[in-house]
């Protein structure tokens, strides 16, 4: 199955006049009045439905609204509600009987105004019990595998969307060998050195040449 994505097309200010004024059309007509022009001093007061004049009035009104700028102007004020309303985009609180922001977005933003732009992972999302251990682990895992110049980039394209990333370069060891008994950071075997047989053979003495290099006396 093929799923598909669209945006919301965002009304205009024409777009939110043309709602206002249908808006005003329609309280006119719930009071009764006559949808009277500002300039027809003339006007009767009051809308008789038995009279077809009056019903054409009624009827230019709305047709110079929607003509102004076609039903598609009604289509993105209500869509573009609707859109902001859904649930699922959590952007309202559809537990007030107010217009008002989602709690996620409110603790996000109290979050910024606490801590300037860094945005900590957890206020924006709820994590499941463990998760973010497990994702931690994951992420540590990753890091090793990018290259310092791309870390950079990342953290660049993070702060555009206000995180903060730190990137710390941790210093190589000065010498680096394995741990078993017969090196040190004087001497170091080679791996395939017999010293280095165990577990599967006997440990034998060095055939690396490491050991008749050593300084006679040294340990």
């Not at 017969?182 to 010293?195: E, G, P, V």
Request: glycine share 6%; aromatic share 6%; hydrophobic share 40%.
């Amino acid at each position: 199955m093929t799923t598909h994505t669209m945006k919301m097309a965002l009304a205009s200010d024409e777009d939110m006049n043309v709602a206002y004024d249908l808006l005003g059309l329609l309280d006119t007509i719930e009071r009764d009045y006559y949808p009277a022009d500002e300039n027809d001093e003339d006007a009767p007061t009051h809308l008789d439905v038995d009279d077809p004049a009056h019903l054409r009035v009624v009827y230019d009104r709305l047709k110079a609204i929607i003509d102004r700028r076609g039903s598609g102007a009604l289509h993105r004020v209500i869509g573009g509600f609707s859109t902001v309303r859904y649930k699922k985009n959590q952007i309202l609180d559809l537990t007030q009987d107010v217009v008002a922001l989602h709690p996620r977005l409110t603790a996000a933003l109290d979050a910024v105004a606490a801590q300037g732009n860094e945005v900590p992972v957890s206020v924006i999302r709820k994590w499941p019990d463990g998760f973010s251990d497990r994702l931690e682990h994951v992420w540590k895992d990753l890091i090793g595998f990018i290259p310092t110049y791309k870390l950079y980039d990342l953290q660049r394209v993070l702060a555009e969307f206000g995180f903060a990333m730190k990137v710390y370069e941790v210093p190589k060891p000065a010498t680096a060998h394995c741990t078993c008994p017969a090196c040190d950071d004087n001497t170091i075997h080679a791996s395939d050195c017999a010293l280095h047989n165990a577990p599967a053979l006997p440990v034998g003495p060095c055939d690396c040449g490491v050991a008749a290099d050593k300084p006679e006396g040294s340990v």
